[in-house]
């Protein structure tokens, strides 16, 4: 269970989430992170958030989006929402690093979300883009499907795909939260 002040890496996309608000802290009001993105950052697969928004605050360099198919590029300063059950994605496409605040409501399981899909890619148990293998990534998509979807397969198909794969990915042990055996802490 994450803490408050705990720093997690991404190694992926070289971007730092510290931990400001989590959900226990909060009572499932909000999480709240500082994001460090580094310069020309990747950018993930479009996703949605169906039941949380989330707000942005550039606090230095900046970000690039497309929520709901607008392109915008916000500056330090600016502040910026995410609808919930609006598509979108963000990426660092500037030269120097980004700071953003990132607060997500209601807070669901967002902190167990990013603490096993992060803890996977430290610990070398994904593939280059950041996908862990097919049993593990279902068993984590049906878990946070309140958190979290892609655009792409249709809805139906990744429910009816992650709830049949997830299943599967039980029975042969695989969790949607951390467990010391899933990751190592830094």
Known sequence: ??????????PIRKQKIIFRKTAKETRGELVEVEAVYHPSSTKPATHVHPQQEERFEVLEGSINTIIAGE????????????????????????????????????ALHTDEFLEITLGLAQDGKTNPEGIPN??????????????????????????????????IGHLRGYHGVYTPATHERD
């Open 1 to 10: 269970m994450v803490r408050v002040g705990e720093m997690i890496f991404d």
């Open 134 to 167: 097919l049993l593990q990534a279902a068993v984590i998509m049906w878990q946070y499907r309140r958190e979290f979807h892609f655009v792409k397969p249709p809805l139906i198909v990744q429910r009816i795909l992650f709830g049949l794969l997830a299943f």
């Open 71 to 106: 392109k915008k590029t916000y500056q330090a300063g600016e502040i910026f929402h995410v609808p919930a059950g609006t598509t979108h994605e963000m990426w660092n496409g500037g030269t120097s690093e980004t700071r953003v605040i990132w607060q997500t409501r209601p």
